[in-house]
């Protein structure tokens, strides 16, 4: 049966221990098998943490970005005001500013 790295790092520290080690003495343990399958091989786990490194990298311009940007409300905020929302939208949060006036 197959599982997916997330399901094996998901249960990474829970449960019954085993691992082991490669020609270089890295010691691979706090892996978990899960409802009776065969344990991971080492080649399967290396080449998905490869692969979720490469995902992790490949959107670091994504969280490089994310702190400079201004708050999310203050971005539809900006629209609001601009008069960029649909008709429908616009009177929905102008209802709101109404409710509360500053």
């Known amino acids: 049966m197959s599982y997916t790295i997330e399901e094996v790092l998901a249960q990474m520290h829970i449960g ?4 082991w080690s490669d020609s270089k003495n890295k010691v691979y ?3 978990v098998v899960l409802g009776g399958q065969d344990k991971p091989t080492q080649e399967f786990l290396e080449s998905e943490l490869a692969r979720l490194q490469t995902e992790y990298d490949s959107t670091e311009y994504q969280r ?6 201004p ?3 203050d971005q539809l905020d900006a629209l609001f005001h601009a008069g960029v929302f649909p008709a429908d939208m616009a009177a929905k949060l102008q209802a709101v500013k109404d409710k509360y006036p500053r």
């Open 16 to 19: 019954q221990w085993f691992g």
């Open 29 to 31: 343990e706090n892996l």
């Open 64 to 69: 490089l970005r994310a702190p400079e940007y």
């Open 71 to 73: 708050p999310i409300g």
